[in-house]
């Protein structure tokens, strides 16, 4: 669940220098002063691997999570929710959030270490460095490593690579990757040296001929864990000697005699007299096809091996997660790694490795018997909206499951990490007593997902978002998870969605699914979706822009070049002027308007992206680059670079620079500042030479900061959207800690929503002043036979595209009246025998030649003056295809 991170990263690697810029008339702006924001997760729970759960033996409740490329969490037991601890890393330090270890110290149990950098390729351009905290991890202090580490690189999964001795907690171990062998800090992890006798530093390399250089790194040193006083265990990937020990705290080291080999440990836990081991016969965490579990008697030296299913039994998978019951000896878990299919399978011994049994069993086949149930009522998304034949079920069980923890304090309570989420049981010893216990979703407050677009329309739900590996979601509401995400087309990775801005309803989206569809279009605001067409040659999302009007589409998808469209994406025609792999963007007012930036080049079209002409303005060479146009200001786009904010008002021809951003990541546009015309400005990049996150209210004469050192979130602002009906609001989407809306602490100023509304008061909200009349009105005897006073619209037909017989057509619907409309209802007769065959954005119905088209609820009120979109399909017996007239409007106010 976590490839899509990579390319996102790879982005920011690349930030570098940039030629000089020229422009024209720049803008005198001030440094930014302060202005204090609450931040808050969008809720998803979950959306990414979580390598790791790590409970402090020392103290009771105190659990750690840490992820591959979201940071690290702390477990909140009063409030059942995880903790993020690392939101203060920041742009320069992104990396930190790739988690490849964490230790907590259980003796003096305030502190705790955690082992932090991203890549070990040049992804990632800072070295590693280990982080330690007294206060459970609320602060840290930082010493750097003279190496790289690798938090989302293969063998994540192994573990853990850090551990502080229990004997003498002044002493931790870092187990290191890449053929840099152990370190040891004596200082409570202050500083740092290598441990020079320890005499294997690894040779396990997935690829060594991958020239990206992510499959090809030596995974070096796996875990450390600690027997009797003296006693120190290590693993190394090195399937012919893969596990060393210590006898004299250090002094020497030996490998361990007649231990297993061809494998490689993934874990070593160590419970009263044995060591046991789960091995693999890859690091992980996406494979694994063979393996065992071992255990070494540690006063004999003998091993045994205690595999659950043996290996003449040819099992297709290898061994991962392994944890012990400290309160039962001889009580121990283990998951396999791989099981793809039909599902994860765990494992459970109470005699030490001798039996055991499992979590589920087939009966006649497909038929299986569990001995859990699911239920994901929190998080129903985790189904995956998929509904399998048996013996497969949703949701699954997990898979890359290389952490699986009981509780050192109580025995019923287990957590183990996914691919997607962390899951949890309460009633664990149930297993015991052939009694069914259910495991839930316990990932509330971790947010993991990469996020590689977002979209705040003025009507509908607040945001829809596009994100890696989970495709997306229709956010109806902020604070709550969703009942699923984008689907029906499923497109894995969504890297692209817009909307039309004056017909909010229309809604694409692109993404990176491994074959066709690579698009998917909505007509009720991003909630439902179907399957667009699209041109031969595809093989990845890449951006999307929508026309104001819904009637363009541009598309730059990866594979081939670029593409435009008039039919909402049932065809598309080559452009021409652009080249492949553009960044796209519509005009928010002008529909036939669009904008593009592609290797240091701005691209204006004004023919709805069929031609495009090049800018002589200056644009950043290279590096993050990010376009926006302003809603409701014909013309004007503004372009966050590496060389700073630039703004154009005349569509791309010149642009002028905001001289105190000196650089930028991405630029974004909200509702006015009370009083405001102009809608506020929102950035991530440097102002001032401070980097962060800021608002303008003036067109960027001025800025206030209005996030903090707290709240950096690492790699942030890839995504970046304002919200056009809360004053102050913005959405910023980051690679790895989810998407975060912060408000202004003043109180936000909220317009109503002119569209769907998915709350509603049940009561009033303040008792009637007076009492209302015990006798009606009388009533009028008829009713009226015209439009209520100040009530009005009307209804703009048009065929959109054609083929040998049928048809799709588009019907325009606006409030001329000077009041909001309740609904609406659209009429016509057709002349030539055509019928309706389906319909979005309105739900049609045909009697004979009559036509009657109601609307879909949430577009049914309309501000005045505001404007909604239906569309159809229809059959067409013959050539003709005339236009209905009149086609009518009838409002309800």
């Given at each position: 669940?976590?490839?899509?991170?990579?390319?996102?990263?790879?982005?920011?690697?690349?930030?570098?220098?940039?030629?000089?810029?020229?422009?024209?008339?720049?803008?005198?702006?001030?440094?930014?002063?302060?202005e204090?924001?609450?931040?808050?997760?969008?809720?998803?729970?979950?959306?990414?691997?979580?390598?790791?759960?790590?409970?402090?033996?020392?103290?009771?409740?105190?659990?750690?999570?840490?992820?591959?490329?979201?940071?690290?969490?702390?477990?909140?037991?009063?409030?059942?929710?995880?903790?993020p601890?690392?939101?203060?890393?920041?742009?320069?330090?992104?990396?930190?959030?790739?988690?490849?270890?964490?230790?907590?110290?259980?003796?003096?149990?305030?502190?705790?270490?955690a082992?932090?950098?991203?890549?070990?390729?040049?992804?990632?351009?800072?070295?590693?460095?280990?982080?330690?905290?007294?206060?459970?991890?609320?602060?840290?202090?930082?010493?750097?490593?003279?190496?790289?580490?690798?938090?989302?690189?293969?063998?994540?999964?192994?573990?853990?690579?850090?551990?502080?001795?229990?004997?003498?907690?002044?002493?931790v171990?870092?187990?290191?990757?890449?053929?840099?062998?152990?370190?040891?800090?004596?200082?409570?992890?202050?500083?740092?040296?290598k441990?020079?006798?320890?005499?294997?530093a690894?040779?396990?390399?997935?690829?060594?001929?991958?020239?990206?250089?992510?499959?090809?790194?030596?995974?070096?040193?796996?875990w450390?864990?600690?027997?009797?006083?003296?006693?120190i265990?290590?693993?190394?990937a090195?399937?012919?000697?893969?596990?060393?020990?210590?006898?004299?705290?250090?002094?020497?080291?030996?490998?361990?005699?007649n231990?297993?080999?061809?494998?490689?440990?993934?874990?070593?836990?160590?419970?009263?007299?044995?060591?046991?081991?789960?091995?693999?016969?890859?690091?992980?965490?996406?494979?694994?096809?063979?393996?065992?579990?071992?255990?070494?008697?540690?006063?004999?030296?003998?091993?045994?091996?205690?595999?659950?299913?043996?290996?003449?039994?040819s099992?297709?998978?290898?061994?991962?997660?392994?944890?012990?019951?400290?309160?039962?000896?001889?009580?121990?878990?283990?998951?396999?790694?791989?099981?793809?299919?039909?599902?994860?399978?765990?494992?459970?011994?109470?005699?030490?490795?001798?039996?055991?049994?499992?979590?589920?069993?087939?009966?006649?086949?497909?038929?299986?018997?569990?001995?859990?149930?699911?239920?994901?009522?929190?998080?129903?998304?985790l189904?995956?909206?998929?509904?399998?034949?048996?013996?497969?079920?949703?949701?699954?069980?997990?898979?890359?499951?290389?952490?699986?923890?009981?509780?050192?304090?109580?025995?019923?309570?287990?957590?183990?990490?996914?691919?997607?989420?962390?899951?949890?049981?309460?009633?664990?010893?149930?297993?015991?007593?052939?009694?069914?216990?259910?495991?839930?979703?316990?990932?509330?407050?971790?947010?993991?997902?990469?996020?590689?677009?977002?979209?705040?329309?003025?009507?509908?739900?607040?945001?829809?978002?596009?994100?890696?590996?989970?495709?997306?979601?229709?956010?109806?509401?902020?604070?709550?998870?969703?009942?699923?995400?984008?689907?029906?087309?499923?497109?894995?990775?969504?890297?692209?969605?817009?909307?039309?801005?004056?017909?909010?309803?229309?809604?694409?989206?692109?993404?990176?699914?491994?074959?066709?569809?690579?698009?998917?279009?909505?007509?009720?605001?991003?909630?439902?979706?179907?399957?667009?067409?699209e041109?031969?040659?595809v093989?990845?999302?890449?951006?999307?822009?929508?026309?104001?009007?819904?009637?363009?589409?541009?598309?730059?998808?990866?594979?081939?070049?670029?593409?435009?469209?008039?039919?909402?994406?049932?065809?598309?025609?080559?452009?021409?002027?652009?080249?492949?792999?553009?960044?796209?963007?519509?005009?928010?007012?002008?529909?036939?308007t669009?904008?593009?930036?592609?290797?240091?080049?701005f691209?204006?079209?004004?023919?709805?992206?069929?031609?495009?002409?090049?800018?002589?303005?200056?644009?950043?060479?290279?590096?993050r680059?990010?376009?926006?146009?302003?809603?409701?200001?014909?013309?004007?786009?503004?372009?966050?670079?590496?060389?700073?904010?630039?703004?154009?008002?005349?569509?791309?021809?010149?642009?002028?620079?905001?001289?105190?951003?000196?650089?930028?990541?991405?630029?974004?546009?909200?509702?006015?500042?009370?009083?405001?015309?102009?809608?506020?400005?929102?950035?991530?990049?440097?102002?001032?030479?401070?980097?962060?996150?800021?608002?303008?209210?003036?067109?960027?004469?001025?800025?206030?900061?209005?996030?903090?050192?707290?709240?950096?979130?690492?790699?942030?602002?890839?995504?970046?959207?304002?919200?056009?009906?809360?004053?102050?609001?913005?959405?910023?989407?980051?690679?790895?800690?989810?998407?975060?809306?912060?408000?202004?602490?003043g109180?936000?100023?909220?317009?109503?929503?002119?569209?769907?509304?998915?709350?509603?008061?049940?009561?009033?909200?303040?008792?009637?002043?007076?009492?209302?009349?015990?006798?009606?009105?009388?009533?009028?005897?008829?009713?009226?036979?015209?439009?209520?006073?100040?009530?009005?619209?009307?209804?703009t037909y048009?065929?959109?595209?054609?083929?040998?017989?049928?048809?799709?057509?588009?019907?325009?619907?606006?409030?001329?009246?000077?009041?909001?409309?309740?609904?609406?209802?659209?009429?016509?007769?057709f002349?030539?025998?055509q019928?309706?065959?389906?319909s979005?954005?309105?739900?049609?119905?045909?009697?004979?030649?009559?036509?009657?088209?109601?609307?879909?609820?949430?577009?049914?009120?309309?501000?005045?003056?505001?404007?909604t979109?239906?569309?159809?399909?229809?059959?067409?017996?013959?050539?003709?295809?005339?236009?209905?007239?009149?086609?009518?409007?009838?409002?309800?106010?």
């Amino acid at each position: 669940m976590r490839r899509s991170s990579i390319g996102a990263t790879v982005a920011a690697a690349l930030l570098g220098a940039t030629t000089a810029l020229v422009v024209a008339q720049p803008n005198v702006a001030t440094a930014a002063a302060a202005e204090p924001y609450t931040w808050k997760n969008v809720r998803i729970d979950g959306g990414g691997f979580v390598p790791s759960i790590v409970f402090n033996p020392g103290e009771k409740n105190l659990i750690y999570a840490r992820t591959d490329i979201g940071g690290a969490y702390r477990w909140n037991e009063s409030a059942q929710s995880w903790t993020p601890l690392l939101d203060w890393v920041g742009q320069d330090n992104w990396g930190y959030n790739g988690v490849l270890s964490i230790a907590p110290d259980p003796v003096q149990t305030n502190r705790v270490y955690a082992a932090v950098g991203m890549y070990t390729n040049d992804w990632d351009p800072n070295n590693g460095a280990i982080l330690r905290s007294s206060d459970k991890g609320s602060t840290w202090q930082i010493t750097k490593l003279p190496f790289k580490n690798g938090g989302n690189m293969p063998g994540r999964g192994m573990g853990e690579r850090l551990a502080v001795d229990p004997h003498d907690d002044s002493h931790v171990y870092f187990a290191a990757e890449g053929g840099n062998g152990l370190w040891r800090s004596t200082d409570y992890g202050a500083t740092w040296a290598k441990v020079t006798n320890f005499p294997n530093a690894g040779n396990y390399v997935q690829d060594p001929a991958d020239t990206n250089h992510y499959l090809d790194q030596n995974q070096g040193l796996t875990w450390v864990t600690f027997g009797a006083a003296n006693q120190i265990y290590v693993g190394v990937a090195d399937k012919d000697n893969p596990v060393y020990r210590s006898l004299d705290n250090g002094t020497t080291w030996q490998r361990i005699a007649n231990e297993p080999t061809g494998f490689l440990a993934h874990k070593g836990v160590i419970q009263g007299n044995y060591l046991y081991i789960a091995t693999s016969d890859t690091g992980g965490p996406y494979d694994g096809g063979a393996g065992q579990v071992q255990r070494l008697d540690l006063t004999t030296g003998v091993w045994t091996d205690i595999s659950p299913t043996k290996a003449a039994d040819s099992p297709y998978y290898g061994y991962s997660g392994l944890t012990v019951d400290t309160l039962h000896p001889g009580t121990l878990m283990v998951a396999t790694q791989i099981s793809w299919w039909p599902d994860a399978i765990f494992f459970r011994s109470t005699d030490y490795g001798a039996t055991w049994t499992r979590i589920w069993d087939f009966t006649s086949y497909p038929s299986v018997s569990k001995r859990y149930t699911m239920d994901i009522s929190a998080d129903p998304w985790l189904d995956f909206n998929t509904n399998p034949q048996p013996p497969e079920s949703t949701p699954k069980l997990g898979w890359m499951n290389e952490s699986l923890a009981i509780d050192p304090f109580n025995s019923d309570r287990m957590l183990y990490g996914t691919g997607a989420t962390l899951y949890g049981t309460t009633q664990l010893t149930n297993w015991d007593k052939n009694t069914t216990f259910t495991i839930k979703p316990m990932a509330k407050g971790i947010e993991e997902t990469a996020v590689l677009d977002l979209a705040s329309p003025p009507s509908g739900a607040p945001l829809v978002s596009a994100l890696g590996d989970i495709s997306g979601f229709y956010h109806a509401n902020l604070d709550a998870v969703q009942p699923s995400f984008h689907d029906t087309p499923s497109l894995t990775s969504n890297t692209g969605l817009d909307f039309a801005e004056l017909s909010p309803s229309f809604f694409v989206r692109v993404g990176n699914a491994d074959a066709a569809p690579h698009i998917g279009i909505s007509n009720d605001g991003g909630k439902t979706w179907y399957q667009g067409q699209e041109p031969s040659g595809v093989t990845g999302g890449g951006t999307v822009a929508v026309g104001a009007d819904a009637n363009s589409v541009v598309w730059a998808p990866a594979g081939t070049g670029v593409y435009y469209s008039t039919t909402r994406g049932s065809t598309w025609s080559a452009s021409t002027g652009l080249p492949a792999g553009a960044l796209v963007e519509s005009d928010r007012v002008n529909p036939k308007t669009f904008y593009a930036y592609a290797a240091g080049k701005f691209y204006t079209s004004t023919d709805g992206g069929a031609t495009f002409a090049t800018s002589a303005a200056a644009m950043p060479a290279d590096g993050r680059v990010h376009l926006k146009a302003v809603p409701g200001a014909a013309g004007e786009v503004w372009l966050a670079g590496s060389t700073g904010l630039l703004r154009s008002t005349d569509s791309g021809a010149t642009f002028s620079k905001v001289s105190s951003v000196t650089s930028g990541v991405n630029v974004a546009f909200g509702k006015a500042a009370p009083g405001a015309s102009h809608p506020a400005v929102f950035l991530v990049g440097t102002v001032g030479g401070v980097t962060g996150v800021f608002r303008s209210d003036d067109t960027g004469t001025s800025w206030v900061r209005i996030n903090d050192d707290a709240h950096q979130y690492g790699n942030a602002g890839d995504a970046l959207a304002g919200d056009p009906r809360v004053y102050g609001r913005v959405y910023l989407g980051t690679n790895g800690r989810g998407i975060l809306y912060a408000d202004r602490q003043g109180g936000a100023t909220l317009t109503p929503p002119t569209g769907d509304m998915t709350t509603h008061p049940t009561t009033p909200a303040t008792t009637p002043a007076t009492t209302p009349p015990t006798t009606p009105a009388t009533p009028p005897t008829t009713k009226p036979t015209t439009a209520p006073p100040g009530g009005g619209c009307t209804a703009t037909y048009e065929i959109t595209g054609s083929w040998g017989g049928g048809f799709q057509g588009s019907v325009t619907v606006k409030n001329t009246g000077t009041v909001a409309t309740r609904s609406w209802t659209v009429g016509w007769t057709f002349t030539a025998g055509q019928t309706v065959t389906q319909s979005w954005g309105g739900t049609a119905t045909q009697s004979g030649t009559a036509v009657t088209v109601k609307d879909a609820g949430y577009n049914a009120v309309l501000a005045a003056g505001a404007t909604t979109t239906f569309g159809f399909l229809g059959n067409l017996p013959s050539t003709s295809n005339p236009a209905p007239s009149p086609v009518t409007c009838t409002p309800a106010t």
